[in-house]
């Protein structure tokens, strides 16, 4: 809807170039906003007030013209002027009926494919394999599989890249302590990842020894020995499979095959320091091999390095990402980049994108995108930490919430099995701490609260649960299957006309977490939906209905509902319950 009219104000703004209102040269990007206040319409638009200058005109007459050039057409019902030159629209019921029965009719919901699809290279999660995954990582995990599964649905390719880090001298004195122990004891060992690391890294400070072998085995490690690099690989074998644990437990998309690990590029690396020597954009400083750009300065004015080689001849992270962007590019296809990484990196990325594009890296029409995101805090404010202080395993922390959830579970009433209750102590447990994290807006912090994630009210996973299973119970008593309704659906009641509306809006909700890659824009949708199916389902009696039609349009209505709900979440990578 919100494109077709775009379309229509495309048209008029053409038109207005033929009679030279405007001039023929402008370009104004058509944006449409969802006014708060329902009495200014379902659309507002400010193009009036963007052309007004070029036009040289008052934006208000503007506006009009605007809307006498519109195309006929049955999309919008009313079209009016607003303050200084805004035009509110309202659309046309016939419209608003005609989509909701094409989204009952349809397996997607009437969502449209994207006309272009991008070729999306999406780098998530990407934790390093020396130790085991940690609540640092939760959020990159879930937001670049929530915006992965949403640009898929959109029908875009999407290509997955996890971007381990296993490589790196940490691993010298990882290989130097498997060494010491013997197979079986190491094998024990490794099964608690965070704990070998501790006492590696303890073998190390105490042992000179320990901490020259250490060094040696990288060395041999990097130049390709092969005992070495047995050794190696089995420790990022049991490292990725304490990874893909966790992306199941959290139903996460990652498998084995999208991992493609920083040492992937070890044979390209010598060629990227080769292009930028040829491109004259090496400087050689204090032994070690950079690139100054101009664009950026640290606080004395004077350009920041990027290092691409130490003084030793070893490569950096950031000569990893510069092969890295430019197999994302040339090799998958890449149209559009995406690294969902830590705002703390920002200025690793900006440099990254800069120096590919100028040293050719990458060339032509390319979206390269940071999509930074805050941390995870605790309650009083600080970093989110485990009880004895350190960092918060993952695995650790999916326990909890599922112990947590079923504690609550067992104090509510209900007729669940023990083996239902535990499943479904699962599924809320797991979706709280994922939904919690999808619903606060990327860019910022957040605070790990238990007890607000696993709340029954507000914008949560289990109010949303909850509510999907309420309109799923109003079918069973009904005993009719959600996709058999018959008949038209009717908006008569101000509750239903809310509902209608709000169902409506769910492709341009997509459009936009797809565009910003935002999934709480998805989160505070489902939300709002939820919502208006409560006061509707107060209001408007379904079952309790004398009247045919009227039922039948109610459950029609319910139906798109628990649809829209179901299918959100699992955009969100959030699976819903039939009871709980
Ligand atoms: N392994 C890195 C870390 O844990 C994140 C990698 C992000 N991706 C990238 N292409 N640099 O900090």
Not at 102 to 129: G, K, T
Not at 157 to 175: A, E, P, S, Y
Not at 267 to 287: F, M, P, S, Y
Not at 430 to 457: C, G, H, P, Q
Request: glycine share 6%; with cysteine; hydrophobic share 40%.
């Amino acid at each position: 809807m919100k494109e077709a009219l775009q379309q229509l104000l495309t048209q008029a703004v053409e038109q207005l170039k033929v009679s030279q209102v405007i001039p023929a040269d402008s370009q104004p990007r058509i944006q449409l906003d969802r006014p708060r206040d329902k009495s200014h319409g379902d659309f507002a638009s400010n193009l009036a007030l963007m052309l007004a200058k070029t036009a040289k005109m008052n934006p208000r007459a503007l506006a009009e013209q605007l809307i006498a050039a519109l195309p006929a057409n049955d999309l919008i019902a009313k079209a009016d002027i607003a303050g200084p030159g805004f035009i509110n629209f309202t659309i046309s019921q016939q419209q608003l009926l005609g989509q909701l029965q094409a989204a009952y009719a349809s397996q997607r919901l009437n969502v449209e494919l994207s006309a272009e699809p991008d070729c999306v290279v999406i780098d998530y999660s990407s934790p390093n394999l020396a130790k085991e995954m940690h609540v640092g990582h939760l959020r990159s995990t879930i937001i670049g599989d929530a915006v992965s599964r949403t640009l898929e649905f959109l029908g875009h390719q999407v290509i997955r890249q996890n971007h381990v880090g296993d490589w790196g001298t940490q691993f010298g004195m990882l290989l130097a302590h498997m060494e010491e122990l013997d197979a079986s004891d190491s094998q024990w060992q490794l099964s608690n990842l965070e704990t070998f690391y501790k006492a590696a890294k303890k073998r190390f400070d105490e042992s000179e020894t320990f901490a020259d072998r250490a060094r040696q085995l990288v060395v041999s490690l990097q130049s390709g020995d092969q005992y070495c690099n047995q050794l190696w690989q089995q420790f990022i074998d049991i490292s990725l499979s304490h990874c893909q644990e966790v992306y199941d437990r959290l139903g996460v998309k990652l498998t084995r095959a999208d991992v493609m690990a920083e040492s992937a590029y070890n044979d390209k690396l010598a060629g990227v320091i080769e292009h930028l020597r040829e491109r004259g954009l090496l400087v050689e400083d204090q032994g070690a091999q950079c690139v100054f750009l101009d664009e950026f300065k640290g606080k004395d004015g004077e350009p920041l390095p990027v290092i691409v080689q130490k003084k030793g001849g070893g490569y950096l992270y950031a000569t990893t990402d510069l092969a890295a962007i430019e197999y994302r590019q040339k090799q998958l296809g890449g149209t559009r980049l995406l690294y969902f990484v830590d705002q703390r990196q920002s200025l690793h990325f900006q440099q990254i994108f800069t120096l590919a594009r100028k040293a050719g890296f990458v060339e032509g029409e390319l979206d390269i995108e940071h999509l930074a995101f805050g941390m995870v805090l605790g309650k009083d404010g600080k970093p989110f930490k485990s009880r004895d202080g350190g960092v918060t395993k993952l695995a650790d922390l999916l326990d909890e919430a599922q112990r947590r959830a079923l504690t609550l579970l067992q104090q509510k009433d209900n007729e669940l099995s023990p083996a239902q209750q535990q499943h479904v102590a699962e599924v809320v447990g797991i979706s709280s701490v994922k939904y919690a994290d999808l619903s606060k807006n990327r860019t910022s912090d957040y605070m790990f609260d238990w007890d607000t994630m696993l709340s029954f009210e507000g914008n949560t996973a289990p109010y949303l649960l909850y509510a999907f299973t309420r309109v799923r119970s109003v079918f069973e008593k009904a005993g009719i299957d959600m996709a058999e309704v018959p008949g038209e659906i009717i908006l008569e009641h101000e509750k239903e006309q809310a509902l209608a509306n709000q169902l409506v809006k769910f492709n341009e909700t997509l459009q936009s977490v797809a565009n910003k890659c935002m999934p709480h824009f998805l989160c505070g949708y489902l939300f709002d939906l939820a919502g208006a199916f409560s006061s509707f389902y107060e209001h408007c009696p379904i079952l309790n209905q004398d009247d045919a039609a009227l039922r039948n349009s109610r459950l029609k209505l319910s139906a798109l509902t628990a649809r829209t709900l179901q299918q959100g979440l699992a955009l969100l990578g959030i699976d819903t319950l039939e009871k709980m």
